[in-house]
Every structure is written in C-alpha cells, then in structure tokens.
C-alpha cells in the first residue's frame, strides 16, 4: 500500500486486540453469509445475482427516465423532492429547514449517504444538534470517529472500549454488559426521539413506480426517526432508484443475506409521503433529497459506470484479505474496502490518494461474493491504468518511463544483456551492502520504497547463462 498511511497501518497490524476484533466480526459475517446462500438453503442464489445486476445495468443505463417517473410520484403522494448537487446544498437546505420550523435537534437513522458529505460536522457548525440513533454509529459519534464498516459502523469496539466511552461522554456508570450498555443509549435516545423536529434518514432503495423509499434495519430506530419527529427528510444517492416494487423481491433476498447473513432483516419499511389524515402515526413534511455528489461523473463512463450498481452490503469487505488486515480507518473516506477502492477515485479523481486502486491482490473474493455481480478487479485495473497516466505528467515519472525504455532495449539484446550482467556482477558483488555505502542513495525515491519492504540479494557468482553453459559443456564430455 505505497503511499497509504504507513505509520497508521503498521499500528493496525501490531494491534492483537484490534486484529483479533476485525478477523472475528469479519469472518462471523462470512460465516452466516455462507449458511444462508448455499446452493441447499436458496437453489437460486447465482440466478439471483444474475437478475440484479441486469436490473442494476437497465436502471443505470435509464437513470434519467426512472428518477423523473420517481420524483412524479413523491409529488403525487405529498412528499417534495429535492435535488443536490453536493453536501453543500444538502446542509443548506436542512440548515434552512430548521431555522424555518424553528428546529434545533435532528436524530438521524444509519445513513452512509450523510456520512459521505460529513453531515453531522456540517450541521453542527449551523448550530443544529444531529444525533445518530443506531447503536453502532451512535458510538461512533461519541467518539467522533467515522464508521469502521458499512454494515457495522463500530466493528474496532470493544464492549470494555463502549464502557469508558459512555461513561466519559454520558457520566454514567462503568457497564460492560452489552445489554446494559444497549438500555443506557437506549434510554438517552428515547428522549432524543421524542423532542427532535427533523428525523433524518438514508434509503436503501428508491422506488420509481410508487415514489416510496424502502429501508431495512435491524433496530427499529428508523422507524422511531421516521415517524416521531413532525419532518422526515430521506436523503438518498441518485443511482439507489429501482423501477418496481416488484424488483424488490430481488434484491431484499440478496441484501440481507449478503450483509449480514440473514434472510431478511428485522425491518423492511415502505415510507410514501407524508401522514395521511386516517393514520395515527408519520410526519407531516416528508422530504426526499437525490444527492449526485460525483454519481453522474461515473454515470458518463460506460466501463466504470457499474460502480453504480452497488447496494452496501459490505460482503466484499468482509471477505477482503487487505480490508481484513488494515481495518476501515486506513481507507482515506468513509467508503472502505474493495468498495471504497473503485469508488473513492472515482469521486475524489485518481491523483486523490493514487496508491489506493493498488491496495488490492486481485484475489477476485469481491467479485466472487458482490451480490450485484460488480466487476471489482477488472475497475482496480482500469483504475491503475489511470493513475499511471496521471503520474506520466510527473518529471519523476518521465525519467522512470525513460529508464524502462532503457532497460526493454537492453532486454531485446542478449549478448549486452549477458555482458553488462557480468560487468555488475564484478563492480558490484553484494547489491546491498553497495547501495548502502553509496551517499543519500539508499534514501531516494523508489530504492527507500524498495528496502522499506524489501531485500536485495547478493548478486550471484555465475549468471544462468553461465552455468547453463556449464552444464551443456559438462553433458557433451
């Protein structure tokens, strides 16, 4: 992971009790995933996969017609859409919502949209208190750290690391039983709940035939931030737009089983519109914000565009070898693993962190579990390409090109290939201990990079050549 944090990765890696905490969440997951997808429990897993990514790719390829038909029908129902160009409109326009409603607190359900436009920070600078109500992001914000995971925002806690935490930031007593630690915030959102004038949300799909948003949960807090606060406002991706309510059948048989290893999830909620007048229940403003933030710059690329097509199951995370070593902080935004690695350059451009798209062993575990069957290591190569092609503007990299112009033509000549072998292994028989005596060397560019990980063996007496040689002459006598 050349030019990654390298000092907080190396902390990652020597931390047992972290490794410990990521390996065991991790693979738990994968195990449940896999008790669930087998071929004996649900036949048609791989004909599932299939189907969703057909539907993702119709859907992506007439994004235009299906969020128009969705936001004709939000309309239809009640509900006001509202189109973002960035998270700056976004916290405008909440930040304006609030101050005309006269509202100061915000609970917000899980929402990796809102953390992709650092919502809470931004709104806390308007003077707006935004609180997170899942368990798992709740304990994040008290540590203001960003989520870990996708699906398990606080995957690198300890339930003994949640025990100081609460005591410190909610001067309760030490706790640490979960369950007494789960009724403790339980207890402090309650009454978030019931005094919040805006409940925020994110949506896992956007259905455009019905105008309804569907979110599944396993806590129920998004029902609470939904219905209780007098103003829901959804604030959604453009590419999380579905044609049918029947496409839906589809994709909850994958999404839960993906994430987490479950057949469906303990919440599935439609929300279409504000309350009715015969319903007991629901806000009486309802919102729905389709966010670009970058979508459509991926949207006019035909090979990246399937980028789009992801639904945040954090599969491909859980199976990676590198997110599974280096934890979700080492990633340079709140997109993590595999995931993060094709979508971060997409948004933030190539030369943001250009080391990124190369944090990968192309192992394929991604694409082998993707639920929406995404090309992962085929976009990490387009990617590398990319970055390589950004660097050619460098002078540094100029004179790299240059060199392996140099050393291709040496190559495609054999016999000055063989006789400059011999002339370096004469001048310079042990290649490191020359490096090393040779002033500031060992400290540029790409040979610190080589030895930061690496050795150079001693050059060796005799070249293949030479004891291929040999070895014939030996044969033939």
Same mark, same amino acid.
């Given at each position: +992971?050349?030019g990654?944090?390298e ?5 990652t890696?020597e ?7 990521? =390996? ?14 087998? $071929?004996?429990? %649900?036949?048609? @897993? ?9 539907? /993702?790719k119709?859907t992506?390829?007439?994004l235009? =017609? ?5 936001a ?9 859409v509202?189109?973002?160009r960035?998270?700056a ?21 899980k929402s990796m949209?809102s953390?992709?436009i ?10 707006? !208190? #935004?609180v997170?109500?899942? %368990?798992?992001? =709740?304990?994040?914000q008290?540590?203001h750290?960003?989520p870990y995971h ?10 003994? !690391? ?15 039983e ?8 339980r207890?402090?959102l ?14 896992n ?23 209780? $606060?007098?103003?829901?406002? &959804?604030?959604?991706?453009?590419? /999380?737009?579905?044609?049918r309510?029947?496409?839906? &059948? ?9 994430a ?6 303990? *919440? ?7 309350r ?9 403003? @309802?919102?729905?914000v ?9 949207l006019?690329?035909? =090979?990246?565009?399937?980028?789009? *097509? ?5 599969a ?5 070898p ?9 990633y #340079? ?7 993060? /690695?094709?979508?971060? #350059?997409? *948004? ?5 962190? #250009?080391w990124?798209? @190369?944090?990968?062993?192309l192992?394929g575990?991604c ?20 970055v390589?092609? &950004? ?5 540094q990299s ?11 033509w ?23 201990a ?7 060397l060992?400290? *540029?560019?790409?040979?610190k ?7 150079? &063996? ?5 070249? @293949?050549?030479? +004891? ?8 033939q006598?």
């Open positions: +992971m050349t990654a944090p000092n907080q990765i190396r902390n890696l931390n047992q009790h972290l490794q410990t905490a990521i =390996y065991t969440a991790t693979g738990r997951l994968m195990s449940h995933r896999r008790a669930v997808v087998s $071929p004996e429990v %649900l036949p048609d @897993f791989q004909e599932l996969r299939t189907q969703a990514n057909l539907i /993702k119709h992506i390829e007439n235009d =017609y299906y969020l128009e038909q969705f004709s029908n939000v309309a239809a129902r009640g509900g006001k509202i189109w973002a960035d998270g409109a976004v916290v405008d326009f909440l930040a304006k919502l609030a101050k005309e409603k006269n509202v100061r607190l915000i609970v917000k359900a949209t953390e992709e650092e919502l809470n920070d931004r709104l806390g600078r308007h003077g707006l !208190e #935004p997170e109500t899942d %368990l798992g992001e =709740y304990i994040v008290l540590a750290e960003r996708i699906v398990a925002p606080a995957l690198h806690k300890t339930r003994y !690391e949640v025990a100081d935490l609460f005591t410190e930031r909610l001067g309760v007593e030490r706790e640490t979960i369950e007494r630690q789960t009724k403790i915030a207890s402090v309650r009454e978030k709940f019931l005094s919040a004038g805006i409940g925020i949300s994110g949506a799909f956007l259905v455009a035939d019905s105008g309804a948003i569907v979110l599944v949960t396993n806590e129920g807090n998004a029902r609470m931030a939904t219905t209780l $606060p007098r103003i829901h406002v &959804a604030i959604a991706g453009i590419e /999380k737009v579905i044609p309510a029947q496409d839906l &059948a589809v994709f909850l048989k994958l999404l839960g089983r993906s987490t290893g479950q057949p469906l999830t303990v *919440y599935t909620s439609f929300l279409s519109g504000p009715r007048e015969n319903e007991i229940d629901g806000p009486d403003e @309802f919102y729905v389709l966010l670009d933030n970058g979508r459509t710059r991926l006019a690329d035909r =090979y990246k565009r399937e980028s789009l *097509y992801c639904i945040r199951c954090g491909c995370l859980n199976h990676c590198v997110y599974r070593k280096v934890g979700g902080h080492n #340079p935004w709140v997109y993590s693993g595999p995931i993060g /690695k094709i979508i971060t #350059p997409q *948004y933030l451009g190539v030369t943001h962190d #250009p990124l798209p @190369f944090a990968s062993s192992c575990a694409e082998e579990v993707c639920p929406v069957k995404i090309r992962i290591p085929r976009l990490l190569l387009k990617l590398r390409s990319e390589v092609k &950004a660097k050619m503007r460098d002078p100029r004179l790299e090109r240059l060199g392996f112009r140099v050393w291709a040496v190559m495609c000549r054999p016999k000055l290939y063989e006789m400059l072998g011999a002339m370096g292994s004469a001048v310079f028989g042990n290649g490191e020359w490096l090393r005596r040779a002033p500031g060992m400290n *540029y560019g790409p040979v990079a080589w030895f930061s990980q690496r050795d150079l &063996a001693p050059m060796p007496a005799r070249s @293949f050549r030479q +004891m291929w040689r040999a070895r014939r002459k030996a044969a006598d």
